[in-house]
């Protein structure tokens, strides 16, 4: 059930906003090195879009919060165990195969969830869901194309999209445990669906791990804030 | 310099009205329905928009417009807000609008199977590339003058 108390609240909207800036933050990586013109373009769209997203979602957290702090203070002036993400959009890009698995299985997780916040009864939130689902259905199509035609591509492509899948898999049952089952059930369809179209085995070992949510990240996520945060860190409150 | 009570908030509406977005400069942001309101709140400009895409980096370039464009009309109280509800859809472009992107080179928002080339008006151009220049757009190559185009994506 979506919390209701008003610290909850602020909790939640932290969380969404972080996994789409720490996402937005590792596509933007790829800018100047994807494999193609077309893929950069692209990338940088995506990471746009998610960045959007967490920008809207910070500044709704700070007028919620009600002591005056801004999409930046949230954004930039916080320490990594105060970061609510996912532990599966820190995780490094790998190739670029590890880069499609990984927005798939974010995508397949923000498609029910957008689709049940945009009917919120809390209006901003809900008009950001509304954006941002729409966002997330086009991101999904990209992803869900690239996944099917690296693993039912080359004999390599389908290698490294097996090795995408063995390695992140251990990051999805995080994606939808404090959420509705309803989630974990429309994310298991909508990846079963691509999965099995690019030939793509899911693992069988059952180790998991979470935590993000609760703060408690891998090993990735304070690299990642390092290079992010630096120049507030060094010139606070700097602006452009 | 216009003192308090004395605001023409029709004036100021028009000069709001005629803001253009910077990525598609012959589109003005009422034709691209990103605008929502203008309001006169005691004396204060009110101007409320609403984003196309949620990263859309030309936001920040139109509120500063927004101001400028206030500014002129000799009005200097002045505040943009961003509402994301209802969210914006490309069914807000105005007829206008859609003229006018045609004619600029760039196919308005259809369905992606009823897209025509801006140029030659033939049908079924391929899609090169889902992502464009700008958040709106993507890459399309017509199939018979063989010229590439942007499509304002459907959304």
Request: glycine share 6%; hydrophobic share 40%.
């Given at each position: 059930?979506?919390?209701?108390?008003?610290?909850?609240?602020?909790?939640?909207?932290?969380?969404?906003?972080?996994?789409?800036?720490?996402?937005?933050?590792?596509?933007?990586?790829?800018?100047?090195?994807?494999?193609?013109?077309?893929?950069?373009?692209?990338?940088?769209?995506?990471?746009?879009?998610?960045?959007?997203?967490?920008?809207?979602?910070?500044?709704?957290?700070?007028?919620?919060?009600?002591?005056?702090?801004?999409?930046?203070?949230?954004?930039?002036?916080?320490?990594?165990?105060?970061?609510?993400?996912?532990?599966?959009?820190?995780?490094?890009?790998?190739?670029?195969?590890?880069?499609?698995?990984?927005?798939?299985?974010?995508?397949?997780?923000?498609?029910?969830?957008?689709?049940?916040?945009?009917?919120?009864?809390?209006?901003?939130?809900?008009?950001i869901a509304a954006k941002a689902a729409k966002e997330t259905a086009y991101h999904l199509q990209y992803s869900s194309s690239w996944v099917i035609r690296l693993g039912d591509g080359t004999e390599e492509s389908h290698r490294r999209a097996q090795d995408a899948v063995g390695a992140l898999w251990r990051f999805t049952s995080e994606l939808t445990e404090d959420d509705r089952a309803s989630y974990r059930d429309e994310w298991e369809r909508l990846v079963g669906a691509v999965l099995g179209e690019a030939k793509l085995e899911v693992p069988e070992d059952p180790y998991q791990r979470t935590g993000g949510r609760h703060g408690y990240h891998t090993e990735h996520?304070?690299?990642?804030?390092?290079?992010?945060?630096?120049?507030?860190?060094?010139?606070?409150?700097?602006?452009? | 310099?216009?003192?308090?009570?004395?605001?023409?908030?029709?004036?100021?509406?028009?000069?709001?009205?005629?803001?253009?977005?910077?990525?598609?400069?012959?589109?003005?942001?009422?034709?691209?329905?990103?605008?929502?309101?203008?309001?006169?709140?005691?004396?204060?400009?009110?101007?409320?928009?609403?984003?196309?895409?949620?990263?859309?980096?030309?936001?920040?370039?139109?509120?500063?417009?927004?101001?400028?464009?206030?500014?002129?009309?000799?009005?200097?109280?002045?505040?943009?807000?961003?509402?994301?509800?209802?969210?914006?859809?490309?069914?807000?472009?105005?007829?206008?609008?859609?003229?006018?992107?045609?004619?600029?080179?760039?196919?308005?928002?259809?369905?992606?199977?009823?897209?025509?080339?801006?140029?030659?008006?033939?049908?079924?151009?391929?899609?090169?590339?889902?992502?464009?220049?700008?958040?709106?757009?993507?890459?399309?190559?017509?199939?018979?003058?063989?010229?590439?185009?942007?499509?304002?994506?459907?959304?």
């Open positions: 059930m979506p919390p209701q108390d008003p610290d909850d609240r602020v909790s939640a909207l932290l969380a969404h906003a972080d996994d789409n800036l720490v996402l937005a933050q590792r596509l933007g990586e790829w800018i100047a090195s994807a494999p193609e013109l077309e893929i950069d373009i692209a990338l940088g769209n995506i990471a746009l879009d998610h960045l959007g997203v967490a920008r809207a979602l910070y500044t709704h957290a700070g007028d919620l919060q009600g002591e005056g702090r801004g999409e930046d203070d949230l954004a930039l002036g916080r320490e990594e165990r105060d970061y609510l993400n996912l532990l599966l959009v820190e995780q490094p890009n790998g190739d670029f195969a590890r880069t499609m698995v990984r927005q798939l299985f974010f995508d397949a997780y923000q498609t029910p969830l957008w689709e049940d916040l945009s009917a919120s009864d809390a209006p901003v939130l809900a008009g996520l304070g690299y990642l804030l390092a290079e992010m945060q630096w120049m507030q860190r060094s010139y606070p409150e700097m602006k452009w | 310099m216009v003192k308090a009570g004395t605001l023409d908030i029709s004036a100021v509406t028009e000069a709001v009205e005629s803001v253009v977005d910077p990525e598609i400069p012959v589109l003005t942001i009422d034709e691209l329905g990103i605008l929502r309101s203008v309001a006169d709140e005691d004396g204060r400009v009110v101007v409320t928009i609403t984003p196309t895409y949620s990263g859309c980096p030309a936001m920040r370039q139109i509120e500063d417009d927004i101001v400028a464009a206030v500014r002129r009309r000799g009005v200097h109280d002045v505040e943009v807000r961003t509402t994301y509800s209802p969210a914006w859809t490309t069914d807000w472009i105005s007829e206008e609008g859609h003229r006018k992107l045609a004619e600029f080179g760039i196919a308005p928002p259809t369905a992606l199977q009823e897209v025509v080339c801006p140029r030659c008006a033939a049908d079924s151009p391929r899609l090169v590339a889902r992502f464009g220049s700008t958040a709106c757009k993507a890459l399309m190559v017509c199939s018979s003058c063989g010229e590439p185009f942007d499509y304002f994506k459907s959304h």
